[in-house]
Every structure is written in structure tokens, then in C-alpha cells.
């Protein structure tokens, strides 16, 4: 006979008690805060503090497009140290004079314009990092809660096998099962201790991930307030456009804008001068001005202008795709929430069906009216359905993600943004 058959009860029932240990051993947990205080304090992230100084920074070149070019001092000496008469200074004519670029053809405020549209941009991108981060931590929040869920449903489903092994064991001694339906009880203990294990190590791993995102100070192993069991209804369409689309149009503004740009640097920079001029030989001094403009025979910045032009139809074209795609997002996420809804009230049923299938199956086995495949085949259909009870909620929490990405808000907040 092989040795496995041979394997006594009593070591059977000692490994099984190794197998329960875990189930008695104490928890210790350092809950998360809530949400909500992790959305109020969304704005120290990093991916939030660079949106924040690019948008200063853009903000500091519209200060600095308004700023007027600086005037040009210049200091000239004619008709000195040369020869003949013109030895030493005593005829040299020495002229001090100012000029000032005019910025004429509106080149001022085009500049301007251009970097206010800039300025937006950088604006409306950083909304747009605002709710990506805010998706990206509700995420990370739900996910972390997932892992809990598991790994306690794990705990449970260790807890159920441990119990049916035991049962088995008991029949084994009593004659009334072989010894292979022992060996068989503790293998599956076995493999729910492992994945209690897997699970475990899928929970540490989620939480560190929401202590790295959160910028928590101290490691958390407990999420106190549920984002999966938060039900969300129909959103009704936003006011206003979608962050993505809205960022488009910024882009596509500011395109236009540059254009200006390229055709006001086409025409020729005036310059005014005005000066004063000292005749040493007369001893008298007279005044200066002039106007001078360089002539456009070779540079018309025909080619910046095409540049220019020709990223106005990118940018028009990625503002027609954004609306395409946000359209076909909107209607594909919301299509989601309304089916993941309908897949958490199916998945609890099926819970409640799996735990009284089980119940119904362990009073059977004990009574000796039902096999151990049939016993385990239902805690496997339960831990199944408690599994899918999780899915189904962290695949409504996506659905709310997504489309509270599409309206420009923070996920489970409502209409705020």
C-alpha cells in the first residue's frame, strides 16, 4: 500500500491545527483617513505642485509679454584723432542719443494674447491634473479596500475548509470515509492557507501603494470608509465641457494666437531715435532724431508663418478628437455604472444563495446525506460569489472614476468639483 494511504487521522488533525492558527492569530490596523480628507489635501501631491508652477510660470511671461522692450543708449565720437585737421578731439562732433523700438502693427498685443492663451492652458491642464489625481487616489483607495475584502474573504475561506476537514476527519475515524477523503480535506486546507497568504501579500502591497499615493506619514493596514459599498446614480450631463475637451480648446487658441505672433513679426520693427550732438570746433550743439526700419526684401518669416498655421489645423484637429472621444467615453462609462450597479445587486444575491447553499450541504454532510465533493463544490461556489461581490463593487468604483473624469470632478463627490 502506498505510504499516503497509510498516513494515520491523528496527523491529519495536527496539521490541520497548524492550518487554524492563523485564525486565531491578533489583527493590529492603522486606519486610513477618510476620502474626503485625502481629497483636501490632494494639492501637495507632486503631479499637483508641478501643474501649480507651470501655471505660475506662465502666468509670470503674460507679466512679462506686457513689458515694453528697453530703450538703447548710444554714444558715438565722428572726426577724432585722425589727421590734418581732424588731430586730437579739438573738431570732433560727439552725439548721445535714445532710441525706442515702437512696436507698431500690434505687435505688443499679439504677444500678449499669445501668452494669456498660454497662461489658460497651463490653467485648465492643471484642472485636468486636479481630477486625474483625484481618480488616480480613489482608485488606489478602493483597490486597497479590495485587498482587505480579499484577503478577509481568504481568512473565511481558510476557516470553512479548516472546518470541513475536521468534519471529514471525524468520519474517517468513525470508519464511515476512507483515509484518502482526510488526506483530500487537507490538501484543500492546505491550498486555502496559500491563498490566505497571496492575499495577504496583495493587501500589504495595495496599501503601500495608498500610503505612497496619499503621502500618508505612517503606513496604513486598514481602510475604515468603504468607497465600494458608496452607491452612485445616473449623472446627469455637465455644464460645461469635458477637462479634456476644454484643454484642446485652450491649445487650439493659443495656436491662433501664434499666428498673430509670426505675422506681426513679418512687418519691419520701427525704431525712433532721438539724440543730441556736440560740434567741439563751433562750440555748439544741436539735436538728432531719426526713424529707422529694416527693409523686408529676404525675411517676411513666410515659413514661421506656415509653422504657425499648420500647428493651428493639429491643434483643431486634436479639439475635434477629444470630442469624439470624450463623447464616446461619456456614453461607454456611463453604460458601465449602470451595468456594474446591476452586477453588484446580482452578485449579492448570489451570496446569499451560496451561503444558504453551503449551510443547506454542511448539514447534509454531517448527517452523512451529501459526499465531500458536493460539500466542497458549494464552498467553492460561495467563495466564488463573495469574490465577485468584490469585483463587481471595485468595477463600479472604475465606472464612477471614469466618468467623473469626463465631468471635470473628484469621484463620489457629486456635481463638486
Given at each position: 500500500?502506498?505510504?499516503?494511504?497509510?498516513?494515520?487521522?491523528?496527523?491529519?488533525?495536527?496539521?490541520?491545527?497548524?492550518?487554524?492558527?492563523?485564525?486565531?492569530?491578533?489583527?493590529?490596523?492603522?486606519p486610513?483617513?477618510?476620502?474626503?480628507?485625502?481629497?483636501?489635501?490632494?494639492?501637495?501631491?507632486p503631479?499637483?505642485?508641478?501643474?501649480?508652477?507651470?501655471?505660475?510660470?506662465?502666468?509670470?511671461r503674460v507679466?512679462?509679454?506686457?513689458?515694453?522692450?528697453?530703450?538703447?543708449?548710444?554714444?558715438?565720437?565722428?572726426?577724432?584723432?585722425?589727421?590734418?585737421?581732424?588731430?586730437?578731439?579739438?573738431?570732433?562732433?560727439?552725439?548721445?542719443?535714445?532710441?525706442?523700438?515702437?512696436?507698431?502693427?500690434?505687435?505688443?498685443?499679439?504677444?500678449?494674447?499669445?501668452?494669456?492663451?498660454?497662461?489658460?492652458?497651463?490653467?485648465?491642464?492643471?484642472?485636468?491634473?486636479?481630477?486625474?489625481?483625484?481618480?488616480?487616489?480613489?482608485?488606489?483607495?478602493?483597490?486597497?479596500?479590495?485587498?482587505?475584502?480579499?484577503?478577509?474573504?481568504?481568512?473565511?475561506?481558510?476557516?470553512?475548509?479548516?472546518?470541513?476537514?475536521?468534519?471529514?476527519?471525524?468520519?474517517?475515524?468513525?470508519?464511515?470515509?476512507?483515509?484518502?477523503?482526510?488526506?483530500?480535506?487537507?490538501?484543500?486546507?492546505?491550498?486555502?492557507?496559500?491563498?490566505?497568504?497571496?492575499?495577504?501579500?496583495?493587501?500589504?502591497?495595495?496599501?503601500?501603494?495608498?500610503?505612497?499615493?496619499?503621502?500618508?506619514?505612517?503606513?496604513?493596514?486598514?481602510?475604515?470608509?468603504?468607497?465600494?459599498?458608496?452607491?452612485?446614480?445616473?449623472?446627469?450631463?455637465?455644464?460645461?465641457?469635458?477637462p479634456?475637451?476644454?484643454?484642446?480648446?485652450?491649445?487650439?487658441?493659443?495656436?491662433?494666437?501664434?499666428?498673430?505672433?509670426?505675422?506681426?513679426?513679418?512687418?519691419?520693427?520701427?525704431?525712433?531715435?532721438l539724440?543730441?550732438?556736440?560740434?567741439?570746433?563751433?562750440?555748439?550743439?544741436?539735436?538728432?532724431?531719426?526713424?529707422?526700419?529694416?527693409?523686408?526684401?529676404?525675411?517676411?518669416?513666410?515659413?514661421?508663418?506656415?509653422?504657425?498655421?499648420?500647428?493651428?489645423?493639429?491643434?483643431?484637429?486634436?479639439?475635434?478628437?477629444?470630442?469624439?472621444?470624450?463623447?464616446?467615453?461619456?456614453a461607454?462609462?456611463?453604460?458601465?455604472?449602470?451595468?456594474?450597479?446591476?452586477?453588484?445587486?446580482?452578485?449579492?444575491?448570489?451570496?446569499?444563495?451560496?451561503?444558504?447553499?453551503?449551510?443547506?450541504?454542511?448539514?447534509?454532510?454531517?448527517?452523512?446525506?451529501?459526499?465531500?465533493?458536493?460539500?466542497?463544490?458549494?464552498?467553492?461556489?460561495l467563495?466564488?460569489?463573495?469574490?465577485?461581490?468584490?469585483?463587481?463593487?471595485?468595477?463600479?468604483?472604475?465606472?464612477?472614476i471614469?466618468?467623473?473624469?469626463?465631468?471635470?470632478?473628484?469621484?463620489?463627490?457629486?456635481?463638486?468639483?
Open positions: 500500500m502506498h505510504p499516503l494511504h497509510r498516513r494515520p487521522p491523528r496527523a491529519v488533525g495536527c496539521a490541520l491545527a497548524a492550518l487554524a492558527v492563523a485564525l486565531s492569530s491578533p489583527s493590529w490596523a492603522e486610513a483617513p477618510a476620502f474626503a480628507a485625502l481629497l483636501a489635501r490632494l494639492g501637495q501631491t503631479a499637483l505642485v508641478e501643474a501649480d508652477a507651470l501655471t505660475d510660470a506662465a502666468q509670470a507679466r512679462q509679454a506686457r513689458v515694453r522692450p528697453n530703450p538703447i543708449v548710444s554714444l558715438e565720437a565722428e572726426n577724432a584723432f585722425g589727421g590734418g585737421p581732424f588731430d586730437g578731439y579739438a573738431n570732433a562732433e560727439t552725439t548721445l542719443s535714445l532710441s525706442q523700438d515702437l512696436e507698431l502693427w500690434g505687435r505688443r498685443s499679439a504677444r500678449v494674447g499669445a501668452a494669456k492663451a498660454e497662461a489658460d492652458t497651463a490653467a485648465l491642464q492643471g484642472d485636468l491634473a486636479r481630477v486625474e489625481a483625484a481618480g488616480r487616489l480613489a482608485l488606489t483607495y478602493a483597490e486597497a479596500e479590495a485587498a482587505a475584502r480579499r484577503a478577509d474573504l481568504a481568512q473565511e475561506a481558510l476557516a470553512l475548509a479548516v472546518a470541513d476537514a475536521r468534519a471529514a476527519l471525524a468520519l474517517v475515524e468513525k470508519g464511515r470515509e476512507p483515509m484518502l477523503r482526510g488526506i483530500q480535506a487537507e490538501s484543500e486546507a492546505a491550498a486555502a492557507r496559500a491563498a490566505l497568504e497571496e492575499a495577504q501579500a496583495e493587501r500589504d502591497a495595495a496599501f503601500v501603494r495608498l500610503t505612497a499615493v496619499a503621502l500618508l506619514p505612517r503606513p496604513v493596514t486598514a481602510v475604515p470608509d468603504s468607497l465600494l459599498d458608496q452607491s452612485v446614480g445616473p449623472a446627469s450631463p455637465p455644464a460645461v465641457a469635458a479634456a475637451v476644454r484643454v484642446a480648446d485652450a491649445q487650439r487658441t493659443a495656436a491662433e494666437r501664434r499666428i498673430a505672433v509670426e505675422r506681426t513679426a513679418a512687418r519691419p520693427d520701427v525704431t525712433a531715435s539724440g543730441l550732438r556736440r560740434f567741439e570746433a563751433e562750440d555748439a550743439t544741436a539735436l538728432t532724431f531719426g526713424v529707422s526700419l529694416p527693409l523686408p526684401l529676404f525675411d517676411r518669416n513666410r515659413g514661421n508663418i506656415d509653422a504657425a498655421r499648420a500647428e493651428y489645423r493639429a491643434a483643431d484637429a486634436r479639439l475635434a478628437q477629444a470630442r469624439l472621444d470624450v463623447d464616446a467615453d461619456r461607454a462609462a456611463s453604460a458601465r455604472l449602470s451595468a456594474s450597479t446591476s452586477r453588484v445587486a446580482a452578485a449579492d444575491a448570489g451570496v446569499a444563495a451560496g451561503e444558504e447553499a453551503y449551510r443547506l450541504s454542511r448539514i447534509g454532510f454531517d448527517a452523512g446525506r451529501i459526499s465531500q465533493l458536493e460539500l466542497r463544490t458549494s464552498r467553492a461556489v467563495i466564488t460569489a463573495r469574490n465577485a461581490a468584490v469585483d463587481a463593487r471595485l468595477a463600479r468604483v472604475r465606472a464612477e471614469d466618468l467623473a473624469r469626463l465631468d471635470g470632478r473628484a469621484p463620489f463627490q457629486g456635481n463638486r468639483p
